[in-house]
Structures are given as C-alpha cells and as structure tokens.
C-alpha cells in the first residue's frame, strides 16, 4: 500500500501537485535514510559523516526540480541514489580542492550549518580520493554505456536488487547482471589507474 502511495504522489508531483511533494516526504524519509546511511558506511567504514544532512540534500535537490522526473518507488529511489552519489562526489572534490590549497577565494557553508552542517571536514582525504575516482570513472563509463552506468548507480548508490534495478530501468534481470559484471571490473581498472596516476 505504501509504495501504491509512493507512486500515485509521484505522479501528483510530476503533474505540479506541490502538495504531494509535502505528503511525500515523510513516506520515503525512513528509506531515504537507510539509502545515506549506507552510503557514508561504503567509504572505509566513515561513520562520521551526517545521514541527515545527506538526506535532507539529497531531498532538497530532488524536490526542487521543476519535477520529480520519477514515476514509482523504485525509480524514485534510484533518482535519489543518484543525487546522493552527486552530493557526495561534489564534498570530495571540495575536499581534494581544499587539500591542494585552492581555499583562496573559497566561500563557507557556515551559514547554512544549522540546517546542513558541512560535510567537507568529515570525509577523509583517502575517502575523497576513492570517491572522486569513482565519480570520475563513472563519467566516463556514462559516455562510453550509459545503461551500465545507470545499473551502477543503482547498484552501488542505492543499494537496490538485481531486480529492483531492472524494474527501476526497464530492462531484463539477465542484463542487469551482466552488465553489473562488467561494469564493476572496468570501474575497478578505471579507479585504479587514476589512484596510481
């Protein structure tokens, strides 16, 4: 029933309904929180990082499109995966900016600190390196296949199955898993190489 609810205030929501944007909210929160937290874990076990601050981002972005370009719960999901994935990559290129001394004219977060404390001082440098290579391969293996970089960020990003991933992109189990196959392997040579560079 609630994943009926889902979908039918996602469709509200693409139509302009922005009163089920509101009602959506606190359905998908639980979910969406799930989706941060393990987000944050993947990085080398940093449990240091704000699930609710990335909830609360990830949302806000989401949200503030001219529409949810998501028509069921799983779709949605990935969508956030997504935007989670985008978040995060954008912290860690800060970081490594940050790091090679490009805070010249850098302009702070603070202000917003109450409603998202920045995230910047709580990802490790190893952690933004990992995570900017991958978002970097993933860019490219976006040009190069760009259904396979879709099942990735399901994957990897959201977490979803095999076959919440075919369902999310309307593609065969069979061919979710094939192409999880090999775009894991090449992701893996990918980041390596630029790690060594």
């Given amino acids: 029933m609630i994943d009926e609810a889902i979908t039918d205030l996602l469709i509200a929501a693409e139509r302009g309904d922005s009163a089920a944007l509101e009602s959506l909210f606190p359905l998908v929160y639980d979910s969406l929180r799930t989706l941060a937290r393990r987000q944050r874990r993947a990085w080398q076990g940093n449990l240091t990082l704000n699930t609710t601050a ?82 970097d391969a993933l860019r490219r293996l976006a040009l190069a296949d760009p259904r396979q970089a879709r099942i990735v960020e399901c994957r990897f990003f959201a977490g979803l199955s095999i076959e919440e991933t075919a369902q999310a992109l309307g593609i065969s189990p069979a061919t979710v898993k094939r192409d999880w196959t090999f775009a894991r392997a090449w992701l893996y040579r990918e980041i390596q190489l630029e790690l060594r560079g």
């Fill in 54 to 135: 990335l909830v609360h981002e990830a949302y806000l972005k989401l949200v503030n499109q001219e529409r949810i370009a998501a028509t069921s719960r799983t779709h949605f999901f990935a969508v956030a995966a997504t935007a989670m994935r985008h978040i995060l990559c954008n912290y860690a290129r800060d970081r490594r900016r940050l790091k090679r001394g490009g805070d010249a004219d850098h302009v702070s977060l603070d202000d917003a600190a109450d409603v998202a404390p920045d995230l910047r001082s709580v990802v490790s440098d190893e952690d933004a390196d990992a995570l900017s290579a991958l978002d």
